[in-house]
């Protein structure tokens, strides 16, 4: 196992430095740590929220005529463990395949594979693990949620490549990221509904609104290099992209919530979700590379309180 590190002190320059990762594992664990992300815990938020969502919306739509408490939350345990599994097996894939590209771009060039702390081999070996947690979690549902999991894989293999044809490459992330928008769901009721569709929409549009704002980052870096983004696309006029594509999450979601007949902190929920989106498209300052990555991290506040309202107004039976 490769011990080398061209860096001091084994970090990335796109991590915090005093993640508990840092503190709690051994040293030579921490490139194996990065590779997952982490040491950046938003991705696994961002990607376990549409999960949340999906779950308790239908545990809204199933209560009170069954008891729904015990279920809930192990599937909120599941969904946890996944989102941690699968997004770290996702990284891992997408640095395998972005490996030149990381080595073209100051941000990541740090990263384990581009700085020579893993080999490719060890990447992969260490993708196949990950993705045996996911599939376990996943073998836990019911069959056709199983199937839907699966049929997820076909958009997950094509992201990375997508900013190499495309300049929408978020909507290719939203896809993938959104796609606990139907699981959550389906692990209710083995079916799929109007409602799911509508939360898994809403959550593509987020994802491609707080995935814009991060790739502001690397957008001088990704133009000298020929990587796509909505990010490049957009420029200047990027505010009034977001102001479409956040409203579309409130919307959609709002649809999802008729649909169902949510409480009313549910939609105290989506008030405080509207309201941090109005804060974001504010004070964003696309030339910021630093308050964009905070902008992008809010998110996860966003999620977290669309998931509230909707918990909160839950009418548990049983």
């Not at 996702?90 to 702390?117: F, K």
Request: charge should be neutral; aromatic fraction near 14%.
């Amino acid at each position: 196992m490769s011990t080398h590190f061209p860096n001091d002190n084994g970090r990335v320059a796109d991590a915090p430095s005093g993640n508990f990762v840092y503190r709690v594992l051994p040293r030579w664990a921490w490139p194996y740590a990065q590779l997952a992300r982490w040491d950046r815990p938003i991705g696994w938020q961002l990607l376990m929220w549409p999960c949340f969502w999906s779950t308790v919306l239908a545990a809204n739509a199933a209560a009170p005529s069954q008891p729904v408490l015990g279920q809930f939350v192990w599937h909120l345990v599941l969904f946890f463990v996944g989102s941690v599994a699968m997004r770290g097996a996702g990284c891992t894939y997408n640095d395998i395949v972005d490996e030149q590209i990381d080595m073209a771009v100051a941000r990541t060039r740090s990263r384990p594979l581009p700085s020579g702390r893993v080999s490719r081999l060890q990447a992969k070996i260490f993708l196949v693990l990950q993705a045996l947690v996911g599939l376990l979690v996943l073998l836990s549902f019911n069959l056709f949620t199983i199937v839907l999991g699966v049929l997820s894989l076909a958009i997950v293999a094509i992201y990375p490549f997508a900013k190499r044809f495309t300049d929408w490459p978020q909507f290719f992330l939203g896809l993938a990221f959104s796609w606990g928008g139907l699981v959550g769901w389906s692990a209710v009721f083995g079916s799929l509904s109007f409602s799911a569709v509508l939360v898994y929409a809403a959550a593509v549009a987020w994802t491609i609104g707080y995935d814009t704002i991060y790739a502001h980052q690397d957008k001088e870096d990704d133009e000298l290099i020929g990587v796509r983004s909505t990010a490049r696309l957009f420029g200047d006029n990027t505010k009034v992209w977001l102001t479409g594509f956040f409203a579309a999450t409130l919307a959609l979601l709002g649809l999802a919530y008729l649909a169902v007949g949510v409480g009313f902190t549910a939609w105290l929920g989506l008030v405080a979700a509207a309201v941090l989106f109005g804060w974001q498209l504010l004070v964003l300052d696309i030339h910021d590379a630093r308050q964009c990555l905070a902008l992008f991290k809010l998110n996860s506040v966003v999620g977290a309180v669309i998931f509230a309202g909707l918990a909160v107004a839950l009418p548990f039976a049983g």
